[in-house]
Nanobody
Framework: QVQLMESGGGLAQPGGSLRLSCAAS????????MGWHRQAPGKQRELVAM???????DYVDSVKGRFTISRDNAKNTVYLQMNSLKPEDTAVYYC????????????WGQGTQVTVSS
């Protein structure tokens, strides 16, 4: 089993920055792709950014050029640097991990609230 613990959410002003962290523990050798998802009130959860074990990344169009996902395999931690934040980025952000070779996000963190408001 794998446990994921997010941190770093909070309140930011429009145009501001926040960095989210997600620390993995447990059977970490089973982890493949990791990603950050978000869910805003009344909306479906969406995949915001993902990163493979080798460091390949991908982003939803709405955050390209503003968000950066990175991974420190030595620390078993994945980060999401969020710059130029917009009110529409307000959501609960979830860290998730795929078990290797499944293509599914099998492990989820508890979520951290990000609010962008003046």
């Amino acid at each position: 089993q794998v446990q994921l613990m997010e941190s770093g959410g909070g309140l930011a002003q429009p145009g501001g920055s926040l960095r989210l962290s997600c620390a993995a523990s447990g059977n970490i050798f089973t982890i493949g792709v990791m990603g950050w998802h978000r869910q805003a009130p009344g909306k479906q959860r969406e995949l915001v950014a993902m990163i493979t074990n080798g460091g390949t990344t991908d982003y939803v169009d709405s955050v390209k050029g503003r968000f950066t996902i990175s991974r420190d395999n030595a620390k078993n931690t994945v980060y999401l640097q969020m710059n130029s934040l917009k009110p529409e980025d307000t959501a609960v952000y979830y860290c998730a991990a795929q078990r290797r070779f499944t293509g599914r996000y099998d492990y989820w963190g508890q979520g951290t609230q990000v609010t962008v408001s003046s």
